[in-house]
Antibody
C-alpha cells in the first residue's frame, strides 16, 4: 500500500524558514517523480514544485521560485521542501504527491502538513 | 503560470449529466494532451479521476469521462449520484515545465 506521510509543518513568522519532509513507502520511490501541491484554507489546489526520480530536474511555480527548494534522498525514501522567506500567502496545507509514472498526473496524495505564516 | 479557468459551481439532479469546463492557453491545455482531473470531498485528499485528457485510472467509474477541444478540456459526469457531490479540479502540464491547476468547481447534486 502506497503511503506518503508529511511532517515539519507549523507556525512560523513572516520571513522565517521551514523544512517539510515526506516519508514514502509501498512503492519504488526512486522510480517516480515527486511533487508538492498546496491548498490554502478554504481555497483551491496550487502547484508548488516537482523533482525528477533521480533528482536531476526540478521545477517551481513562479510564486515560490527563488524561495523554496525541493530535494530528495532516495536512500531514505524521503522528499523534502525547504521553504525560506515565508509570507502570509504561503499559509496552506502542503501535500506530498506521487506521480503516475510517465502520465504527467498525480495518483497518490499524502494527508498534508499545515504551514501557518503569521506574526 | 496563470490558473486554468473553471466555473465556480455547477449543479445537476440525480441521473442527469453535467460537464465541467477547464480553459487554458496554447501554453498548457492547448499544447498537450496532459490534462488530469481530481475529485476532492470536504476534508479529504484529492483523488485522480482522469489522466491524459480522457483515460480513467483503475477503479474509477466509467460515468466519468474527459475530452479536449483546443484550449478547453472538459469533464463529463453521467448518471449523477449523490456521492459525486464534491470539488473538482483540472490540471495541465505547461510549457514552463511545471503544472497548473484550475480554480476548482463545486458540484452540487440537487
Amino acid at each position: 500500500e502506497v503511503q506518503l506521510v508529511e511532517s515539519g509543518g507549523g507556525l512560523v513568522q513572516p520571513g522565517g524558514s521551514l523544512r517539510l519532509s515526506c516519508s514514502a513507502s509501498g512503492f519504488t520511490f526512486s522510480d517516480h517523480s515527486m511533487h508538492w501541491v498546496r491548498q490554502a484554507p478554504g481555497k483551491g489546489l496550487e502547484y508548488v514544485s516537482f523533482i525528477s526520480n533521480n533528482g536531476d530536474r526540478t521545477g517551481y511555480a513562479d510564486s515560490v521560485k527563488g524561495r523554496f527548494t525541493i530535494s530528495r534522498d532516495n536512500s531514505k525514501n524521503t522528499l523534502f521542501l525547504q521553504m525560506s522567506s515565508l509570507r502570509a500567502e504561503d499559509t496552506a496545507l502542503y501535500y506530498c504527491v506521487k506521480d503516475l509514472r510517465d502520465k504527467y498526473s498525480f495518483d497518490y496524495w499524502g494527508q498534508g502538513t499545515l504551514v501557518t505564516v503569521s506574526s | 503560470q496563470s490558473a486554468l479557468t473553471q466555473p465556480a459551481s455547477v449543479s445537476g439532479s440525480p441521473g442527469q449529466s453535467i460537464t465541467i469546463s477547464c480553459t487554458g492557453t496554447s501554453s498548457d491545455v492547448g499544447s498537450y494532451n496532459l490534462v488530469s482531473w481530481y475529485q476532492q470531498h470536504p476534508g479529504k485528499v484529492p483523488k485522480l479521476m482522469v489522466y491524459e485528457g480522457s483515460k480513467r485510472p483503475s477503479g474509477v467509474s466509467n460515468r466519468f469521462s474527459g475530452s479536449k477541444s483546443g484550449n478547453t478540456a472538459s469533464l463529463t459526469i453521467s448518471g449523477l449520484q449523490a456521492e459525486d457531490e464534491a470539488d473538482y479540479y483540472c490540471c495541465s502540464y505547461a510549457d514552463s515545465g511545471t503544472w497548473v491547476f484550475g480554480g476548482g468547481t463545486k458540484l452540487t447534486v440537487l
